[in-house]
């Protein structure tokens, strides 16, 4: 998730296949879940493979303003 660049998101499919672990799809969402840190350790980027926002541990409302905030400062 540290990986992911400012203003871009990816899927957890993606995640999966980026770490190499492509079946561990739940276990990536559900450490997303667990995120403690989540603004040093971005996991409100990670989104569902079909483009919706999924789960959230500060609630959905919150992962859409982070992103519409990092998407409005990206320029």
């Known amino acids: 998730m540290i990986n992911i660049p400012y203003g871009t998101t990816r899927s ?10 492509q079946s561990a799809i739940r276990a990536i969402a559900q450490a997303n879940g667990m995120n403690k840190i989540s603004i040093v ?8 493979s079909d483009g919706q926002l999924t789960g959230y541990g500060g609630g959905l409302w919150r992962k859409k303003w982070l992103l519409d905030l990092e998407i409005k400062h990206l320029i």
Do not use: E, F
Request: glycine letters at 12%; a positive charge; hydrophobic letters at 35%.
């Open 12 to 21: 957890y499919s993606q995640q999966a296949t980026a770490l190499g672990k």
């Open 41 to 48: 350790v971005p996991c409100h980027r990670v989104i569902g």
